[in-house]
C-alpha cells in the first residue's frame, strides 16, 4: 500500500512481474516483405515498408548502427485515426496527434470468426453474429474494441494473405448490419481486423462502401488492420494498448499493439 | 555458330579476370567510336577535296583542309593481303592469339589494317568493314563477307565485340510487364540457357507470372527494384551466374510539373532511377567479377530508358526527369564497366504501346518491337539503340538542335 493508499497501478506492477498478467504481442513485424494495400493503379499507392542502412559500424558511422525507413502511414499493423475518412475530416481530435490519450487503452472482444473464415474468405459477420456472441460472453461494453479473429495472420503467403483474383481481394469483414450495430448499439471504440483492411475484401461493392471506414470514422472510432496472435486472447477481459506514432496531422501509423491479459490461476 | 551453352564450370580453378584492349583515342579519333556506338561505319571526309582518310587527324592529307566531316560509309572494298599475328605484348591480345589481321583497300580509296571475321575468303576477296565496339568501349575495324556478320562468323574476336543472348543467361528485371514479356520471350527465341524474370509484389496479377512461369526457360524469381534488401537476397542468389541483365522495371505517369504532391515523382524516382542505383550496388560487382569468365562471361547491362531522356517531355515532366536521372546513372556505369569490358546498353524508346500509353496517338513502339531492338542491338554489339520512327526522329531532331526541339516538345 502507497502512503496515499493508492496502489492499483503498485498492484498492477506485482502482477506484470509475476507473470499474473501476460503482455501478449498482437503486432506483425513490420518488414519489406509485409504486403501493402492494393490501390487502383492510377491513384497514388501506400509506400512500402522500406529500411535502407545509414550506417552498420562502417565508414559511415565507425561505431553505430542505425536505419533510416520509410513507409506509408498505414503499412504493417497499424492504427486507423478517424481522419482517415472523409467521413471524419472534421474530427477535431481525430488525427494521430490530437487523439485524446485516454482512448488509446481500451479493453477488447474478441469473436471468433475462424471456422466461417476458413470455409469463405469472404465471410460477412452480422449483427445477429455478434448478438450470438453476445449471449455466449456478454455484453459488447462501451468503449471497448471489436476484434474479428480470422487466422488471417496465419496466411504467412503473401499471396493468399492478400488472397486476389481477376474480381480483386477476397478477404473477411463487417457488413453494414454488424457495423451500424458497433458503432450505434454499442458504441465500440472501433473494430480490428487480422486482414488488410477493417472492411471485407469486396466492400468497394457495398453500400455505402467500406461501411468500416464510412461509420466508424464518421463516429470518430478508430481502426486495426494487419494483428495478429488474436488467439490468444480470451473472447472477453483483454486491455489493448494502441497508442499511434504522433504525426502531426496523421491518419494512422504503425504501431506496436499490446494486450494486457490476466493468466489463468 | 556461337556456344549454345556454357560448360559447367570448373569449381577449383580461378576464374580468369578481365583484360580489355588498350583503349586511348584522340579526340578525333573518338568520333569513329561514337558512330560505332550505332552501329555505324563513319570516316572522315574532306569538304574541299572529297577525300576519304584513315585514320582520324585534324586535316586533310590531301589537301591540308581543316573542313573535315565525319561521313557514313557503307565499308565496301577489298581484303588485299593478311596474316596470322601470334603474339603480342598486350594481356587482352595474348590471350587472344592467333589473330586473323588484314589490310583492306575500301572502295572510297582509304587502306586499314582491321581485324578479319574468319567468314572471310582469303585475301584478295571482297569484303565489308564494320565498326564494332570492343572490350574497351572504342571502335575497332573488323572485315567481314560482303553480307556482313553472318552464322559462319566465328571468331572470338567478333564475340569478343558483341553480346548475342544465345547461351546466355539474362535476367529481366521486371517480368510482369508488357516489355518484360516480350523481352523474356525473344530472349528464349534468341537461343538464351536461361531467363529469370523479376516479380514484384506477387500477389499482384498472378495470371500474368503463371503464364511466365508456364514458358520454357524461363524462372520467374521475386524482385522489387524499390526494395534494397529484395535486390541483395536475388544477387545472393543469381548474381554470380547472370551474364546479361536488363533493366526494364519502369514505373510510369503522365504528370506534369506543378500537379498536387510529390508522391508519384517519388515513386517514378524510386523504381526508375534508384532502383538502377540498387541493382548496380548489388549485381555490378557480380557481373564485373565475371567479365571473363569462360565463352558466355558476363558481357552486357541493357537499361530501358526514354528517348524523353534526352529532353523532357513537359506532359510526363516527372517521369521524363526520372529517365534522364537514370540516364545519367547509367553513363556513371558505362564509364565504371568499360574497364572490364562489360558493355552497358541504353535504349531509348519514344512511346510503348502499353496500358500507361494509351491515350497517346501512335506511332507507338511494339512491346515486342522493342525487345526485338534489344537482341538484335546486343547480338550487333552496340551501346546506344533509339528503336522505332519516334525515338529516331526526336534524337535526329535533338542533334539539330536541343533547343529547338525543347521549344517544340513544349506543347506535346
Keep these: ?265 | 555458330m556461337s556456344p549454345s551453352r556454357s560448360p559447367p564450370k570448373n569449381p577449383v580453378l580461378k576464374t580468369r579476370e578481365p583484360t580489355v584492349p588498350p583503349g586511348l583515342r584522340s579526340r578525333a579519333a573518338l568520333r569513329l567510336t561514337a558512330a560505332a556506338c550505332e552501329g555505324r561505319l563513319e570516316l572522315q571526309r574532306c569538304r574541299a577535296c572529297s577525300a576519304f582518310q584513315y585514320p582520324p587527324r585534324e586535316a586533310c592529307t590531301q589537301c591540308l583542309s581543316t573542313r573535315l566531316e565525319w561521313t557514313e560509309c557503307d565499308g565496301v572494298g577489298e581484303l588485299i593481303s593478311e596474316t596470322i599475328l601470334h603474339h603480342s605484348n598486350e594481356p587482352y591480345f595474348r590471350e587472344r592469339v592467333p589473330l586473323r589481321v588484314g589490310l583492306v583497300r575500301l572502295d572510297v580509296g582509304v587502306t586499314i589494317v582491321a581485324h578479319v571475321d574468319g567468314a572471310c575468303a582469303p585475301a584478295p576477296a571482297r569484303i565489308r568493314l564494320a565498326a564494332h565496339l570492343d572490350k574497351s568501349g572504342q571502335a575497332a575495324l573488323v572485315a567481314h563477307p560482303p553480307e556482313g556478320p553472318t552464322d559462319m562468323t566465328t571468331s572470338q574476336t567478333h564475340r569478343d565485340m558483341t553480346c548475342d543472348p544465345r547461351g546466355r543467361k539474362i535476367l529481366v528485371t521486371d517480368g510482369k510487364s508488357e516489355t518484360g514479356e516480350a523481352l523474356v520471350k525473344a530472349f528464349i527465341a534468341a537461343g538464351a540457357d536461361k531467363v529469370w524474370a523479376g516479380v514484384a509484389e506477387p500477389w499482384k496479377d498472378a495470371t500474368a507470372i503463371d503464364k511466365l512461369a508456364q514458358l520454357e526457360g524461363v524462372t520467374t524469381v521475386p524482385l522489387d527494384v524499390t526494395d534494397a534488401r529484395s535486390v541483395e537476397a536475388l544477387s545472393g542468389l543469381i548474381g554470380g551466374k547472370v551474364d546479361i541483365l536488363v533493366n526494364n522495371a519502369e514505373f510510369h505517369r503522365h504528370k506534369p510539373v506543378g500537379a498536387r504532391g510529390v508522391e508519384t515523382a517519388r515513386a517514378e524516382m524510386d523504381v526508375n532511377y534508384l532502383g538502377l542505383l540498387r541493382l548496380i550496388e548489388s549485381f555490378g560487382p557480380a557481373l564485373k567479377f565475371r567479365a571473363a569468365d569462360g565463352p558466355n562471361g558476363a558481357c552486357a547491362w541493357v537499361n530501358i530508358l526514354s528517348v524523353y531522356a534526352l529532353s523532357a517531355l513537359p506532359s510526363q515532366a516527372t517521369f521524363t526527369a526520372s529517365k534522364a536521372a537514370a540516364f545519367a546513372a547509367s553513363q556513371a556505369l558505362r564509364a565504371d564497366m568499360m574497364g572490364v569490358g562489360i558493355r552497358v546498353m541504353n535504349v531509348f524508346p519514344g512511346p510503348i504501346d502499353d496500358a500507361w500509353n494509351q491515350t497517346v496517338p501512335p506511332p507507338k513502339l511494339a512491346p515486342s518491337a522493342l525487345a526485338a531492338a534489344v537482341v538484335a542491338s546486343l547480338k550487333a554489339g552496340v551501346e546506344d539503340v533509339y528503336p522505332g520512327d519516334v525515338a529516331q526522329d526526336i534524337l535526329a531532331r535533338w542533334r539539330e538542335s536541343a533547343k529547338v526541339l525543347e521549344r517544340e516538345l513544349a506543347d506535346q
Design chain 1, 1 to 265: 500500500m502507497t502512503p496515499s493508499g493508492q496502489d492499483l497501478l503498485d498492484r498492477m506492477a506485482g502482477a506484470l512481474a509475476r507473470r499474473r498478467v501476460r503482455v501478449i504481442d498482437l503486432t506483425q513485424t513490420l518488414s519489406h516483405s509485409f504486403p501493402s494495400i492494393v490501390l487502383p493503379p492510377e491513384f497514388d499507392q501506400s509506400a512500402p515498408f522500406r529500411s535502407e542502412p545509414i550506417s552498420r559500424y562502417d565508414a559511415d558511422g565507425p561505431d553505430w548502427y542505425w536505419n533510416n525507413f520509410s513507409c506509408g502511414e498505414h503499412t504493417g499493423t497499424h492504427f486507423d485515426a478517424p481522419i482517415h475518412w472523409i467521413t471524419g475530416r472534421d474530427d477535431p481530435r481525430g488525427a494521430t496527434d490530437s487523439i485524446e490519450p485516454s482512448r488509446l487503452i481500451a479493453p477488447a472482444c474478441v469473436v471468433d470468426c475462424e471456422a466461417e473464415t476458413a470455409k469463405d474468405a469472404d465471410f460477412l459477420l452480422t449483427r445477429d453474429h455478434l448478438l450470438a456472441w453476445e449471449r455466449d460472453h456478454g455484453r459488447i461494453e462501451k468503449g471497448s474494441w471489436l476484434l474479428m479473429r480470422t487466422g488471417w495472420s496465419k496466411r504467412s503467403d503473401a499471396t493468399l494473405y492478400q488472397n486476389f483474383d481477376e474480381t480483386g481481394l477476397h478477404t473477411p469483414g463487417p457488413d453494414l448490419s454488424a457495423v451500424r450495430f458497433l458503432v450505434d448499439e454499442r458504441q465500440v471504440i472501433g473494430f480490428g481486423s487480422e486482414t488488410i483492411g477493417t472492411d471485407a475484401g469486396q466492400a468497394a461493392h457495398f453500400s455505402p462502401p467500406y461501411p468500416c471506414h464510412s461509420l466508424m470514422h464518421g463516429a470518430g472510432r478508430f481502426g486495426l488492420q494487419c494483428l495478429t496472435g488474436l488467439e490468444l486472447l480470451p473472447p472477453k477481459g483483454a486491455l489493448l494498448i494502441t497508442p499511434p506514432l504522433k504525426i502531426l496531422r496523421g491518419s494512422g501509423s504503425p504501431l506496436r499493439v499490446l494486450a494486457l491479459v490476466e493468466a489463468a490461476d
